[in-house]
């Protein structure tokens, strides 16, 4: 009769450690690293991703493998670098990898002015200390590259702590420019360093309070939600903005409201973006836009499904998830990402925090800001969002991208999934960004434990060759997907997960 089995094992402990850790758990807009790049997208009819913006400079850094330093590095960057826990092996190992992190990483923070270069100082991220080193002989001359915006001011970061309960959903988002011409593999002497030279990019403004407010106006309803929705009490905070559960009335159906204040959002296009990808999109594995409205002089509401089980995050972090259950939320997520890909539309940052569940085991994909629509003419991009441990190395590096870069978090998801947190999360993102151009496909910690048809799964999930990773629609007839339990088998996760948050 009851599907649902026993109730599951917690998780005792992650590999990060100590899960109580309690540093800078108290204000989560603190927490939420803010990356300090910002997409700009010009908003028509359609989100759409806008092209780079402000002036470039180009240096020459080189590398000298008899000293192991670079030459004719920025300051800001030497900095970053130093902090970063990136040992003197792995420069050695592959110094165009340590480029490729400092650029992604550095890119697009000039000229944005919205308060998000305050990720350098961070307090979640910073130096992690020197790492076990690899070993390598490899030379390697390195591309002109962007140097660093100014630089951090002054403090250096702090170490990082474990994935404290509080943190769980503050991993910060990328969203960047696309990799400037001069990037190419520009290999000149190794210790040569070029004058700089000047680039200048087409410079689209940014939306005004006033324009995003009068471009919102003409997409939300028209009323005050407060006649229609009742009983409301806070449930959560993001980055963004308040989310609240309400009672519609009419219906007495419970909706989750996400409140907003648009002169705080640092990219207020991206709320424009998401409404409009949210409105357009319906499917059962998908967070349901109900409406949204304007209340007041500058806060935007958008109700939602409300779904009462949480993120998958609080299951993957506090319990032990079964291969029936993950092969159960993969499909279920996959169902989504076809779905979305069918409609052109990637959604960029699939992670566990992005993953609501529903009581009775319903999975359901949300968080669209970061998402793109792409056309069948034009169906990649290089504009780089997302959540860096989760990130596709051809985001990392830079190139250009297309849908697949959903599957490649899926994977990553599936290893959160397995191990509670995804590769790499205890490291400087700086370092983490190094490992995944480096690495490419991530190693599991127990490898043995999996099954064969599991592993699988997870490397073609996680395959470095884009042509040859599969898309959605192939990996929805993979055969560890028949080993999925009923979705009702979730439930003593959710609540197991809840009853562990209730103790911290
Ligand atoms: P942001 O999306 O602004 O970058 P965030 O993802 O950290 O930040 P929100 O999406 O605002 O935060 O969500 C805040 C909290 O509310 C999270 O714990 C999330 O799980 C919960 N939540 C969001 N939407 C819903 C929903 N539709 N039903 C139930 N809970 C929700
Ligand atoms: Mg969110």
Known sequence: MDERGPPPPPRVASKSGDKNGTSASSDKKEKKIVWPFGRKNQVKDRPEISSPVDFEHTVHVGFD??????????????KLLLNSGISAAEKKKNPQGVIKALEFYTANSSGIGDGETKFMTAQRYGGAGSRPSLSSDTFTPLAPVRPAPQPPSGESPPDIPPRPPATKKSDGKIALKPPIATTSHDAS???????????KRQKKPKMSD?????????IVSVGDPTRKYTKMEKIGQGASGTVVTA??????????????NISQQPKKELIINEILVMKEIKHPNIVNYVDSYLVGESELWVVMEYLAGGSLTDVV???????????????????ALEFLHANQVIHRDIKSDNILLGMDGQVKLT?????AQITPEQNKRSTMVGTPYWMAPEVVTRKQYGPKVDIWSLGIMAIEMVEGEPPYLNENPLRALYLIATNGTPELQNPEKLSKTFK?????????????????TELL????????????????LILAAKEMAGKH
């Open 65 to 78: 493998p008899h000293t192991g330093e670079f030459t004719g590095m920025p300051e800001a960057w030497a």
């Open 189 to 199: 002497s190794a210790n040569q360093a070029s004058p700089a030279t000047e680039q």
């Open 210 to 218: 006033s324009e995003v407010i009068a471009h919102l106006k003409q």
């Open 247 to 260: 009672m519609e009335i009419s219906t007495v159906q419970q909706v989750a409201i996400k409140q907003m």
């Open 317 to 335: 972090t506090e319990t032990c998830m079964n291969e029936g259950q993950i092969a159960a939320v993969s499909r279920e997520c996959l169902q």
């Open 367 to 371: 968080d669209f800001g970061f998402c």
């Open 456 to 472: 699988d799964f997870l490397t073609q999930c996680l395959e470095m060759d884009v042509e040859k990773r599969k898309g959605a």
């Open 477 to 492: 007839q993979h055969p560890f997907l028949r080993k999925s339990a009923p979705l009702s088998s979730l439930t003593p």
